[in-house]
Each structure stands twice: as C-alpha cells, then as structure tokens.
C-alpha cells in the first residue's frame, strides 16, 4: 500500500500485525516520531551548519530516509534485508530521489564508515546497535526504543540483561523508561571518550526517543557519567528522591512513612531536552506533516516541562490521600500559590513535575 508522510509518498507492506508486515516492518503509529525527526533534522542543521550526511541505519521501507533525503540530506540507508533494500530503492525512486542504500549489517558499516547524523530506529531494543552506532556518528545519534516493558521495569530480568541498570515499574514509568534508555547510551558513549548530551527527548505512544548530540573528551564524558544516579521510590506513600553517583545510598526506610524504599539506577538524572532546542524544532514543524498539532503541542510541553528526574500524577497523589483531584490548571495553580514550581509534562494530562516534595504538596492543596 502506499503512504504519504510529508513531502513524498512511499510504499509499505501491508500492516497485518502491529506493523509488520510480510517481511518488512513500518509502523503507522511512529508517524509523529518521523515528523518529529525531519524537524530536528532541520533544527540541527541550523545549529550545526557542517552537518550534511545522515544514516537510516534500520531502514525498512525507508520511509524516515527517504524524507531526509527530500530535506536535502546526504542520505544512506542500510537493511540487512534484502527485501527491504529493494523497497528503499524504489521509495526513492518513486520520489524521484538520490541517496546510497546499502545492503548490509548496519553495525558493520558503522563501524567503516562514519556520518554527521546516525538514526536508530530498531524493532525493540537499540542496545545491540548502541556502540557501532556511537563509532559511526560524528555529531548527532538519534536513537529509539521500542521494548518498553524492559525499560520501565515491568519485566525487570530483561531490564537489567538489557540496559544494565536496575529499572523500576513506578507511576511514572514513561519516564523512567527514557532515563533508563539515557543512561545505558550516555555510559557507552563515555567508553570511548565522548559525551553523548540529550538535546531532545521524549516518551511517546509505547517508545522512548532520544536526541544525543556528541562533544569528545575524556573529562565532557566524566561530566555526563557525573548526571547519573538513584531514584529512591516509596510505593506506599509515593514519596521519593534522587542522588547523583554510581553507587546507590538509599535511606533505611521512607522518611514520610517508615515503609521500605526501592531503588532504581544509576538512570539518567540531567536535562533531557534543551528548552531552547525543542522551540526551535518546533519552527521546523510543517502544515504537511500529518502530527503537525501534535508535534507542535508536544514541543511546547516538552520546552516548558521542570527539569526535574521525576514527575508525579495527581490522581494517584489524591487517591492516596483520600480526596478528590482537581481540574490540572488549578492544582498546579495551588503549588504555585504556595511558592513551589510546578509544570504539566508530556506523559499523560494528569502528569506533573514539582519542586514540592509529596508532603508539602499535600499540605498545599489541604491548606
């Protein structure tokens, strides 16, 4: 069948089972994620202006690729599937295109080649591409996860297997799942002396997704293994904290209710997005897109969202404390009143994040 995203038309193999078709993959459900991508692509050119060649390093159908080749991009994109090379092929001539598909095993060729701008989109984990992908990019990787349940926690042996971190299933799972993800790619970069930054990242629809952009340098690597840490997590009264460092020093018992404390770590604790970024992506974003709404409610969240390594949802925190929530605005309105920050976030519309912890914000509305 064929799709139209943006400014080309490709085609696809039908979608009998969550994306998969006969032998090639494509999942209708990312088209915001490839929105997303072609306006970082254009963001990022404005903001490092010798970037010019860029991987599609799981191609697929090709669909992400051949978008970036309409954007201008020096494109390349790489299947180990043969069947998948010859619909790239295709996708790019169908769009009247010039870019280089190769026939290959993408880890094999980022390690004997290298490109400005690396994009891992792989059905499931990125982690088996992760340090061919870091030897192939020059200054951004663009990485996305897909096996969501290991990331947050939920199936926690292959969570630890995987990301070599201990996750954790919380009420703000979404966000642990992209830390997790952070820090497992921020600790391959600092092997090889480089400091792998997020600029832009998110949480969205069943995927994590992140923006790294690269500066080298042994102690630019120390700063970022310096941005990881613990999360301390009550499951009883949903108090929780964080500290940086390797090696977790979690309290004998919550604080607020003396039950035991589970920790999660060492996660990513830094910024996850550059508010100044994600508004100039937001620029980039066109009226051809069909997220275009979507992308540019997103990105405004996303540039305004506290920078803090946790976020808390109201109807839980009012569950526990026996009352009813109120509508987001006022909520966040009343922490504000009491001289606390207070934000919406992307993960869900009763989300929040606070500088507040769980006592004073129960304080602040019961007041």
Known sequence: MRVSEGQVTVTVPEQADAGRGENVFFNPVQELNRDLTVATLRAYREREERAESYLDAT??????GVRAAADGWETTLCDIDEEAVDLCERNLERNGLAASVRHADASVLMHTDTFDVVDIDPFGTPMPFADAAVKGTRNLLCVTATDTAP???AHFESGVRTYSTVPRNTEYHAEMGLRVLLSAMVRTAARYDIAARPILSHATRHYA?????????AKVANDCIDELGHVYHCQECLWRDH???????APDECPECGQHLQTAGPIWLGRTCEPAFARSVAEFVTDDMGTAD?????LETLATELDTPTHY???????RWGRGADAMDEFLQTL???GYEATRTHFGGTTFKSDADVAQMREAVET
């Open 59 to 64: 191609a697929a159908s090709g669909v992400r």
């Open 151 to 153: 990331l947050c926690g």
């Open 209 to 217: 997704r992140t923006y790294l952009e690269f500066d080298r340098g």
């Open 243 to 249: 500290e940086r460092g390797l090696l977790a020093d």
């Open 294 to 298: 979507d992308a540019r409610d997103l």
């Open 313 to 319: 949802d109201q109807h839980r925190l009012c569950k």
């Open 336 to 338: 504000r009143d009491a």
